[in-house]
């Protein structure tokens, strides 16, 4: 039920409400990369890039190989204004699923 309120806040652009949400559901139930992802989408949204990075962060922790993740962490390390750690994590995004578009556009506009 956290999680279902949670994505819905987050869908309807109440990020601050899905963040709070998100993050009981995880305090209640531990990591979880979807989780932990989609709160650093919502903190993302809101502008909150250094947390969203964490979230990332904590959802590699639990799945290394979640390659949206690694993506969204690029994005979000570009706008912290870390270009080299943006681009190592596009990078990783591409070695997991050489097909990925997104994180190939993504490298590809770090590297113009």
């Not at 919502?42 to 590699?60: D, E, M």
């Not at 390390?77 to 995004?93: D, F, H, I, W």
Request: charged share 20%; net charge negative; hydrophobic share 40%.
């Amino acid at each position: 039920e956290l999680y279902d309120l949670a994505y819905r806040y987050d869908s309807d652009g109440k990020f601050e409400q899905a963040i709070e949400h998100y993050q009981q559901w995880l305090g209640r139930f531990g990591d979880d990369a979807d989780v932990l992802f989609n709160l650093g989408n919502a903190y993302c949204s809101s502008g909150a890039h250094a947390q969203a990075a964490a979230a990332y962060r904590r959802c590699l922790q639990v799945d290394q190989r979640h390659t949206d993740a690694w993506n969204n962490l690029g994005l979000c390390l570009s706008q912290l204004n870390e270009p080299t750690a943006a681009v190592k994590a596009l990078r990783q995004a591409l070695l997991i699923e050489p097909t990925n578009l997104q994180a190939r556009d993504n490298l590809a506009d770090m590297l113009e």
